[in-house]
């Protein structure tokens, strides 16, 4: 079992850019939340998809969107980006009746 | 105020000692609670999850929860220098609800 997968493991942007990140889930997950992590902070909860659909958003503007697939993986996309989108970005997968959730090792997001 | 509050360290213990980790919380709602362990550069890996109050032990490690003071402990013993890393809670009102954070403990364990 590979786990929760994210790519790129780093990215470099610059101030206005947009970014796309990408999450496969734990085999037999069909839930994906994102996080954002801050350094020397705790994660924020960005939003959460099932069924390929939004179901929980967290204090994140409209500039933080996302998309499930059929296969259960999952983008986060942010529009113009600002230096404070620096950060850590996790991806956590479950099983919808599950109580516990899985993270991946996150993608380093730096904005110029 | 934060929902949940956590002392960041460090914490720094030599190896063999008894370590004890805390978060409390204001949301009376909040049924699970988890331990989380993230090492620097890496994602958070479940340590302990914990519904409503009580204790759970799992090898060296014990997690409790004091619904009634808004409290939560770990606890680590015999402290090894491979424990050293941050120590995140977190705490949702229910499976489908998001989770809350506190900002992560950091520890040290010296030879």
């Known amino acids: 079992d590979a786990g929760v997968t994210q790519s790129p493991t780093h990215l470099i942007k610059t101030r206005g850019q947009q970014v796309t990140l990408r999450c496969s889930p734990k085999?037999?997950?069909?839930?994906v939340s994102w996080y954002q992590q801050a350094l020397g902070q705790g994660p924020q909860f960005i939003f959460q998809?099932?069924?390929?659909?939004?179901?929980q958003r967290g204090n994140f503007p409209d500039r933080f969107s996302g998309h499930q697939f059929p296969n259960y993986s999952s983008e986060l996309n942010v529009n113009a980006l600002l230096l404070g989108d620096s950060a850590l970005y996790l991806c956590?997968?479950?099983?919808?009746?599950?109580?516990?959730?899985?993270f991946g090792p996150g993608t380093r997001l730096l904005v110029l | 105020q934060k929902e949940v509050e956590q002392d960041p360290g460090p914490l720094s213990v030599p190896e063999g000692a008894i370590v004890s980790l805390n978060c409390t919380y204001s949301n009376s709602a909040f049924q699970y609670f988890m331990w989380y362990r993230q090492y620097s550069r890496k994602g958070p890996e479940l340590l302990m999850y914990?519904?409503s109050s009580g204790n759970k032990e799992d090898g060296r490690f014990t997690a409790q929860v004091d619904k009634s003071s808004k409290y939560i402990s770990l606890f680590i013993r015999d402290s090894q220098p491979s424990d050293s890393a941050t120590y995140l809670c977190?705490?949702?009102?229910?499976?489908?609800?998001?989770?809350?954070w506190g900002a992560g403990t950091k520890l040290i364990i010296k030879p």
């Open positions: 085999s037999g997950h069909d839930t």
């Open positions: 998809y099932y069924e390929e659909e939004e179901r």
């Open positions: 956590a997968s479950r099983w919808t009746g599950g109580e516990t959730q899985y």
């Open positions: 914990t519904y």
């Open positions: 977190a705490m949702s009102a229910g499976a489908n609800y998001q989770l809350i």
